[in-house]
């Protein structure tokens, strides 16, 4: 297939590093496939971008809402106008399924229709005053440059999730992709662009950390930061913009929970939880990697999700009926290969296990999904896999349960399954998670639902839905004597 080349956009143009490097990005279920390339920009490119999102910003600032509104909606348009090459690409470029990656530009085009119709939406209200002849409101304003940091395992979505509320509400964005898979986000750039965003108003960064990681947090222009991936670098990022008044969003790590219940509709648990795991080959910041099954059940439960595990077929994202693709990388298959393995050592039990295919197992990026019988003191019930990988536990009682789900430094994301109302919101109110669920997956989210987590998860701030816009707005109260 064509290798792309792609360019960055920078103050309404697409540019090449001033240094001509470039990165290459290679396709996860073959070896060494190269899919493209991206510019590997230097710090003075970085600084351009800045410097052109500064003129955007005010530009954007003074733009209508209609006008703002009318634009994500023309992105929409044109996402589902594009989506057969879009879905190439995430399949080629991050290894997801046809499935997964038409879901992903659907959804994608969804949050830019939902933020585009805010346009029409008060941003503001009116205020009484006890002051004689004076009128009082509640005024919001954007923040001015905000820097964006996507994350791979959502590599069109994640970006349509902050960009909609960020643009919506006046900011100016420079948003800076997961260097693995970086094309689909230059992509949405160009749709952008067509749909008539002024120039300044969106600039996009790819390089090398070394060369450019410095010159993206020193910026005295940035006013809030969003971030999207590992607990270990959302705390770095919060370390690094201490002191400096910079609104910081961090959307991290999850060790996700699912529990069945005795009395629980086995029917729907099982395949509702096979697919939260295993689905986008578990590298899902919600995906279920943790099981708990009231002992009454237990049996059944361990049968049932190994058949299901036994018959998911792993393959290329372009195969017919493959239910999982690979993995992102060698570096994240090894790491979840390492994972598996301390999990034996220290007396895991492997339930089942897919195979792989000789073929599969030698081109590309591929693990096997993989069903465990562990316990609390197992280093795979604290870790987070992010990979194919699902760790069932035992308990007697819902005070086990809901001690089991929260004994984690995560708190994104918890289900619970169950006939008995009681119970449910007993869980609802217990268990100590940004999102939670009755008989439904710990994935899923619907774009206007407010989203993140609670402990080592998350920041304060949500994203989605009209709570998305508290984190790009400032409030200015206004008061004016008329007579």
Request: hydrophobic share 40%; proline share 4%; glycine share 10%.
């Amino acid at each position: 297939m064509k290798t792309i080349e792609a360019n960055n956009l920078v103050n309404g143009q697409f540019k090449a590093a001033s240094n001509g490097a470039t990165i290459e990005v290679s396709n996860p279920a073959t070896d060494g496939e190269l899919v493209g390339t991206v510019p590997a920009m230097t710090s003075d490119d970085v600084r351009e971008v800045f410097e052109a999102a500064v003129q955007g910003a005010a530009v954007w600032k003074g733009a209508s809402q209609l006008e703002r509104g009318r634009i994500l909606l023309r992105t929409a348009e044109l996402l589902r106008e594009r989506s057969g090459s879009l879905v190439d690409l995430i399949v080629r470029e991050m290894g997801k399924t046809r499935t997964e990656a038409t879901g992903e530009v659907g959804k994608t085009a969804e949050f830019f229709e939902y933020y585009g119709g805010m346009g029409r939406d008060p941003f503001g209200e009116m205020l009484s005053d006890a002051r004689p002849g004076t009128f009082a409101a509640r005024i919001t304003e954007p923040l001015g440059v905000v820097l964006l940091i996507t994350p791979w395992n959502d590599p069109l979505l994640t970006p349509a999730r902050k960009l909609g509320p960020a643009l919506i509400a006046g900011n100016a964005v420079v948003i800076k992709p997961a260097s693995v898979t970086p094309l689909i986000t230059l992509a949405l750039a160009e749709i952008m662009v067509d749909a008539g965003l002024p120039q300044g108003v969106l600039g996009t960064v790819t390089g090398r950390g070394r060369d450019i990681s410095e010159e993206l947090f020193a910026s005295e222009h940035i006013r809030a930061v969003s971030f999207t991936g590992s607990t270990e670098v959302g705390l770095d990022i919060q370390r690094r913009l201490a002191g400096r008044g910079i609104r910081i969003q961090t959307e991290m790590g999850g060790k996700n929970a699912a529990v069945i219940m005795n009395d629980a509709d086995l029917d729907l648990a099982v395949p509702t939880i096979v697919a939260g795991a295993f689905a986008q080959a578990g590298q899902r910041c919600t995906a279920t990697s943790r099981l708990i099954v009231q002992r009454g059940v237990a049996d059944e439960v361990r049968k049932r999700i190994s058949d299901a595990v036994c018959n998911l077929v792993v393959a290329p994202g372009q195969t017919p009926g493959a239910n999982l693709g690979p993995v992102v990388d060698s570096g994240a298959q090894k790491q979840i290969q390492l994972h598996l393995e301390t999990a034996r050592q220290e007396g895991a039990s492997v339930l089942a296990a897919s195979r792989l295919d000789g073929q599969t197992s030698d081109i590309g990026c591929f693990v096997a999904p993989t069903f465990l019988s562990v316990s609390r003191e197992h280093s795979i019930w604290r870790d987070e896999v992010f990979g194919p990988v699902l760790a069932m536990l035992e308990v007697d009682t819902l005070d086990e349960a809901v001690d089991a789900v929260n004994d984690s430094d995560y708190g994104l994301s918890a289900a619970i399954f169950t006939k008995d109302l009681e119970t449910s919101f007993a869980f609802l109110r217990r268990v100590d998670t940004g999102q939670v669920s009755v008989n439904q997956p710990t994935t899923g989210w619907d774009i206007h639902h407010p989203f993140g987590g609670f402990k080592d998860s998350g920041s304060g701030y949500k994203e989605q839905g009209r709570d998305a816009l508290t984190f790009y707005t400032r409030i200015k109260t206004a008061a004016i004597r008329t007579h």
